[in-house]
């Protein structure tokens, strides 16, 4: 653990159905940067810790277009942030696969998805970049930018199964502040 990591503050993670989960991000401006990079190492801490794969602003309460994403937290760390993500191709062909989401803590769901994407964004330093991702990283790439404009997994449910998955995850956060 380097010094900036132990010091690195974790961020409260807000939790469905907060409102901002559901409002759409603005674009992060170069007068944004200073905020953005003191952002960048609390959202990692943050996320490693949850664990989770990946952390979009909006679930620490920013809403700015900022992605951070590690898909193997647990063996050599990959660290990318994007900034200002989007999307500029996607296959026809989709996967699915049971996705997670650190703002409905303990709800899974089946989600099908494009199973492709490439993604053009700016890295920490503000270079143009572009990411082809399939499989997991297509899954967390999407699920990402969907947090970007205020869009859940649960979104790609039947009305019937998101219904029952929000209420599920209601009783299960009432619960857990009556045990405090
Ligand atoms: O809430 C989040 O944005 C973190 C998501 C990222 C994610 C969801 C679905 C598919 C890919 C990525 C997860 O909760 S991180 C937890 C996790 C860990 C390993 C595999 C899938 C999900
Ligand atoms: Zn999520």
Same mark, same amino acid.
């Given at each position: 653990?380097?010094?900036?990591?132990?010091?690195?503050?974790?961020?409260?993670?807000?939790?469905?159905?907060?409102?901002?989960?559901?409002?759409?991000?603005?674009?992060?401006?170069?007068?944004?940067?200073?905020?953005?990079?003191?952002?960048?190492?609390?959202?990692?801490?943050?996320?490693?810790?949850?664990?989770?794969?990946?952390?979009?602003?909006? =679930?620490?309460?920013?809403?700015?277009?900022?992605?951070?994403?590690?898909?193997?937290?647990?063996?050599?760390?990959?660290?990318?942030?994007?900034?200002?993500?989007?999307?500029?191709?996607?296959?026809?062909?989709?996967?699915?696969?049971?996705?997670?989401?650190?703002?409905?803590?303990? =709800?899974?769901?089946?989600?099908?998805?494009?199973?492709?994407?490439?993604?053009?964004?700016?890295?920490?330093?503000?270079?143009?970049?572009?990411?082809?991702?399939?499989?997991?990283?297509?899954?967390?790439? =999407?699920?990402?930018?969907?947090?970007?404009?205020?869009?859940?997994?649960?979104?790609?449910?039947?009305?019937?199964?998101?219904?029952?998955?929000?209420r599920k995850l209601a009783k299960e956060q009432k619960d857990k502040a009556a045990r405090k």
């Amino acid at each position: 653990m380097s010094v900036a990591e132990t010091e690195t503050p974790l961020l409260p993670i807000h939790i469905v159905p907060d409102p901002v989960l559901r409002k759409v991000a603005r674009a992060v401006t170069p007068a944004d940067m200073e905020e953005v990079r003191g952002l960048i190492p609390a959202m990692f801490a943050t996320m490693y810790a949850a664990p989770g794969i990946g952390l979009a602003a909006p =679930q620490v309460g920013r809403l700015l277009r900022l992605v951070v994403i590690d898909l193997a937290p647990e063996k050599v760390l990959e660290p990318i942030v994007l900034i200002n993500p989007e999307i500029i191709a996607a296959s026809d062909e989709t996967a699915s696969r049971e996705e997670g989401c650190l703002s409905l803590p303990e =709800q899974y769901a089946e989600v099908t998805r494009p199973a492709r994407v490439a993604v053009r964004y700016l890295d920490e330093t503000g270079v143009k970049k572009e990411i082809e991702g399939e499989g997991l990283m297509a899954a967390c790439l =999407q699920h990402e930018i969907d947090h970007l404009n205020g869009v859940l997994f649960v979104d790609y449910l039947s009305a019937l199964k998101r219904n029952m998955l929000l209420r599920k995850l209601a009783k299960e956060q009432k619960d857990k502040a009556a045990r405090k």
